[in-house]
């Protein structure tokens, strides 16, 4: 993916729209490789500001934000604080919303989250902390809101306002409808805020319908506002914001009115952003391979024509004459491309025995290859990739899966008092068994599982996945379960990856030598798991590369069940035949505690089995709309180089 990442590391603010390759843009925004490098940047400024305010002896009045982006940047402040002496003596905070009603003790309440996040761990004085309180009584909340408002103004407004952006555009909880002057309020979530949230409160049903949030006046006027956007899964909404009108639908475009307002993007959340999606369209390019199938694909489903149907006409009117220059005519181009995209369509997953691979996207030897199979949570080896997973079997490799974590959290508990129940059927003295089924008939929303209860849910998913594996012709000997240790919390939120978990990824990878491994790419994951998984097999690598046995090994990435790689980018393309899609589908059906009313659906309704073959099917589609062979479906794999 051609990405302009920032070189001078600086988010200091610049006008919009100022260069040629920015002029769609209305808001500054800077790009960085990765979220972890930009919450260090931005945790920068906020230390920076802070000590220039303790030497001019003022306060420094933060606007803080919760939720998944902000965490990196206050674990940095907190290192910050630990490290380098970094005080917060100086600091009133005012964070910009809570739900309502929400008792500060929840764990889901945004008081917990700061205080669990960042405030546990500095010296700020807690009569410094204001953040709106979800149990003020109906009578008295429009009062508290006006004097929630008040008491910003009164300290002289805030200085720096740290945002995040929700994928309705909101800001806050500012909902789209919100007004250009609104101030603090109480205000009704939208429902797709609501199933945003819903992994963290266990169920949408758990989750409130109504918050307080600081008004979209309150926010513009702080002096600096810095909103971090994370992940492909915020790109769209963040287009729309950077360069579109500003409206009242889209509550973050009112930021485009501020004057010295800056977006910080990873590489994911900036994907379609003009000057990135389609750069030839606002300044001139240099044409790497991956660039021009990227632009000819792009053409192709602009104009709705083949790869050879297209002109040079097409080319020219739509600014791509520079590319047409360099190549020569559209007919050879075209033919260029659509080896390059042919050439990425193989039968043969583990490569094919005794075949020329000069053009073929794996290698022909060995005949018989040592695979490894990551599987975040015990069922996105089916999901993602389950047609694949058959065929590498069926042609006799040697295939190892291994699930990372044990997917505890995402078995309801009603699924496991039915599990427990029957265990005291068949053991009337089993007082686990009892302990386990007093425990979830008596569990209240501040309740962790107890260790009994997450081993319970644990072997269900255990049990599920030999399963399926069992009827995919893999033997129990070849199937791993790693549990790696960052995600037994018991909780949404899990720990970060450590030695240990690195060290399990390593001891399985050296034991088994691989000639190929599988893995989850796939970084919309709505509560994170898939890309720790990912990072661990990432740090893994890094210690192993030097040995021999890894200069034949291969890793592809899938991706899981909410987002496919787009044609361009896909290195691999495994066709499914009708019979084998319906293979995959037995296979999914095997994870039956994942099956009606999944827990953890990010913001689609649909089964994944639904899901995921509407998007094989339409991976196909794309595939035969760019003038090559139509197939049932396709699954798709992009190959990492470490």
């Known amino acids: 993916m051609e990405i302009d990442i920032t070189n001078n590391k600086s988010i200091t603010y610049k006008e919009a729209g100022t260069f040629e390759e920015t002029r769609f843009e209305k808001i500054h925004n800077v790009i960085f490789e990765s979220s972890q490098e930009a919450s260090v940047i931005v945790a920068e400024e906020i230390a920076s500001l802070i000590r220039k305010k303790n030497d001019l002896n003022e306060p420094c009045i933060l606007g803080l934000a919760t939720g998944s982006s902000p965490i990196k940047v206050y674990e940095e402040l907190v290192r910050m604080h630990q490290e380098e002496g970094l005080s917060f003596a100086n600091v009133t905070t005012f964070n910009l919303d809570e739900y309502y009603p929400m008792d500060k003790n929840n764990i889901q309440s945004y008081f917990y989250f700061m205080h669990e996040h960042l405030f546990n761990h500095v010296d700020i004085l807690p009569e410094n902390i204001n953040i709106p309180d979800g149990k003020v009584s109906l009578e008295d909340l429009y009062q508290y809101c006006i004097d929630y408002e008040m008491k910003i103004k009164t300290l002289g407004g805030i200085d720096f306002q740290l945002l995040g952006i929700g ?44 918050a307080i949030t600081m008004g979209i006046g309150t926010v513009r006027s702080a002096k600096r506002i810095v909103l971090l956007g994370w992940g492909i899964s915020k790109a769209e909404i963040l287009k729309k914001t950077i360069e579109g009108d500003i409206t009242s639908h889209v509550p973050a475009t009112y930021l485009q009115e501020h004057k010295n307002t800056t977006f910080v993007l990873d590489q994911g959340a900036a994907t379609e952003l003009t000057r990135i999606k389609t750069p030839w369209l606002v300044t001139s390019c240099v044409w790497t391979g991956s660039l021009k199938l990227k632009a000819v694909v792009w053409l192709s489903e602009l104009t709705n024509k083949p790869f050879l149907k297209l002109t040079d006409k097409d080319y020219n009117d739509n600014g791509m004459s520079g590319l047409l220059t360099e190549e020569g005519t559209a007919y050879d181009l075209n033919i260029k491309m659509f080896n390059k995209l042919q050439h990425t369509i193989t039968g043969w997953p583990g490569g094919k025995p ?74 009337a003295n089993s007082k686990e068994s009892e302990n386990i089924i007093n425990f979830l008939k008596h569990k209240t929303e501040n309740d962790i599982d107890t260790m009994e209860v997450r081993n319970l849910k644990g072997l269900i998913r255990r049990t599920e996945s030999l399963a399926a594996t069992r009827y995919l012709g893999v033997h129990d000997s070849n199937v791993h379960f790693l549990d790696l240790p960052f995600y037994e919390t018991g909780t949404v939120k899990k720990n970060n990856l450590t030695v240990a978990d690195i060290d399990i990824m390593c001891n399985l990878i050296e034991t088994v030598k691989p000639h190929q491994i599988y893995a989850a790419g796939d970084l919309a994951d709505p509560h994170g798991t898939h890309k720790v998984c990912l990072d661990s097999l990432f740090e893994a690598l890094k210690r192993l590369k030097h040995h021999s046995y890894m200069n034949d090994c291969w890793v592809w990435l899938y991706r899981g069940a909410w987002h496919e790689w787009e044609s361009y980018e896909i290195e691999m393309a495994v066709p499914m035949s009708p019979d084998q899609v319906l293979r995959k589908r037995h296979a999914i059906f095997y994870h039956q505690s994942q099956k009606d009313g999944v827990m953890f659906q990010g913001d689609d309704n649909r089964e994944f089995w639904v899901r995921v073959e509407d998007r094989n099917r339409l991976t196909a589609k794309k595939y035969n709309d760019l003038g090559l062979a139509e197939y049932a479906a396709i699954e798709a794999f992009k190959r990492y180089h470490f």
């Open 354 to 427: 005794n075949a020329d691979d000069t053009n073929r996207p794996e290698r022909a030897t060995p005949n018989k290859k040592r695979i490894i199979i990551f599987s975040p949570h015990p069922d996105d080896d089916v999901i993602s990739m389950g047609g694949t997973f058959d065929r590498l079997v069926d042609q006799g490799h040697d295939v190892h899966i291994a699930y990372q974590t044990s997917g505890n959290i995402a078995v309801s508990d009603e699924e496991a008092l039915k599990f427990a129940e029957i265990s005291r059927l068949l053991n």
């Open 167 to 210: 994928r309705t555009g909101h800001i806050g909880f500012n909902e789209p409808g919100s007004h250009f002057n609104s101030g603090t309020r109480s205000i009704t979530l939208d429902h797709i805020t609501r199933m945003d949230a819903a992994p963290s409160f266990f169920g949408i049903e758990n989750v409130p319908r109504k």
